[in-house]
């Protein structure tokens, strides 16, 4: 029934059943399938004009817009992969990754492109401030075949790593959002993630392949609860995704009691826990949709999904569910979930020897990827999720190393040693706590730490505290010992 | 009910460091420490001190003041606030 192999089509047979309908809105803008289709060639044809092909990467660094779309669907088109990047994460983070995938070219906002004048050519100012840049680069690594994207999470080495994703696994992913929500060319999508999160997946190209409207939100209003709670109800959404963070902040502080919330028909979440008495807060203003529960990595996509009952009886934290009708899974003697077939990415970018130990193949030729993540099996055979065996933690949905934040403090010419921890305050948030020992007392200030870290980490990894202390204590093997500086606080 | 400025300004500067700067010397943070630029809150901790203001000053802001604007130092806030009270 689908012919589907390349996620540029769902455009264009969106395009073809409906060109009039609206495609995208953001702000006080709009585009129908037709014209999202037809501006997208166009760039396409700048893209081929500087030989972008299969084997290529460009990069998109800019904010959330109907341009950032274009960008994306253009670069698809061309066959190569798009890498979007988080224009509020510090450039220095930016620029890493975008030397580290050898973009062949980058699709960037003027005010991004200063920092890149070195080494990148400017071919032609498109719409919107948006710059065309080609690498200046003669020979770049090849990418594999089939790849459509590639996310950077944030890397146990220290630095981000890239994931890369193809058409053939996001597609798989896609056809089982299809058959799971039945979405119609009547709903209205929400896409509340930046387009560096994998959230994003589902709300472009679920919306896209059912010619429905997809509501952009600009990244101030996804942080404010205020006018989101306004959004969603005046634009009409049906579907709404996000992680549980944003719907606690919106019960919390969005006065959801001013609006008016009867098309919203399904509301997902994902990306960390959800507690349930701030879902019950949540479900007292928004009594109507069905909720969904869904896990899964960046590597996986959703892997797992767990329709929550119309009555909670228990306080207990809710499953993750049942393995998605894509996958299959088991479950090593450590507890660790390992997820197998077709809809899991394709690698690492130039993965390290780290990396490679994250997918093994079977002998019937199936995939796995080790999630990192342990779990048990509850009496109705769902999956509950119950920590992980490394030191990777969710914050507001952000996957974050904890070396990741070490590094970056490592780099304060006066920082002697740092160590970082997590754990939950009362509310079950991930309070992340850096323990710091500088070369000089004016330097122990929490202040000039912090302002440190907003110009050198994304904001979702910024410590929440910082504690000064003379040296780090150590274990018998003279490794920093964590489970003493828990002890701390 | 008028409040002097000044007023307004410490009791800002106090639930900050009460509620986003823990183990901080009080010392460092003066009024024009950049707070949502400089790293100290972020959009939780933004809303937790608008939910204050809200409460202690009794009025609400229309979604669109919850800006950087209105809040990225105790100066901006609190002259926010004189704006709203008539202080």
Known sequence: MDNTTKLYQLLDLSAEK???????????????????????????????????????RVAIYANKSIDFVIAQFAILKSEAAYVPIDANAPIERNSYIINNCEVKALIIHKSFYESFKQNFTLVSELENDLLLLKSNKETLIKSPPDLAYILYTSGSTGKPKGVMYSHKAALEFINWSSATFAPTNIDCFSSHAPFHFDLSIFDLFVSIKHSAKLILIDDQTAKQPLLLAQLISEQKISIWYSTPTILNMLTTYGKLHKYNYETLRLVLFAGEVFPINQFLNLKHYWKKPTYYNLYGPTETNVCTHY??????????????????????????????????????????????????????????????????????????????????????????????????????????????????????????ATIITAFVCCKSVDWESVIKMKEYCSKNLPVYMIPNNFIFIKSLPQTASNKIDYQQLKQLI | MKQNLQEIKENIKNFIIDSFLKNADTKELTYTTPLISGGIMDSISTMQLVNFIEHKYNFEFQAHEVDRDNLDSINLISNFIASKIGG
């Not at chain 1, 914050?395 to 002697?416: F, K, M, S, T």
């Open chain 1, 18 to 56: 409906f060109p009039d309908a609206i495609a995208l809105r953001f702000q006080n803008k709009q585009i129908s399938y037709k014209d999202l289709k037809v501006a997208s060639e166009k760039l396409h044809i700048q893209l081929s004009a500087i030989t972008i092909t299969s084997t290529d």
């Open chain 1, 307 to 428: 329709k929550i009952p119309d009555e909670v009886k228990s306080l207990i934290a809710f499953p993750i569910g049942k393995c998605c009708e894509h996958y299959k899974s088991k479950i090593l003697p450590s507890g660790e979930l390992l997820i197998g077939g077709n809809g899991i990415m394709l690698n690492y970018w130039q993965p390290d020897e780290k990396n490679n130990q994250a997918l093994i193949k079977d002998e019937q030729n199936t995939i796995w990827y080790k999630t990192g993540d342990l779990v048990e099996i509850d009496s109705a055979n769902n999956f509950i999720f119950k920590g992980r065996i490394d030191r990777m933690v969710k914050r507001n949905g952000y996957r974050i190393e904890l070396l990741e934040i070490e590094q970056a403090l490592h780099q304060h010419p006066e920082i002697i040693e740092n160590a970082v921890i997590s754990g939950t305050n009362e509310e079950n």
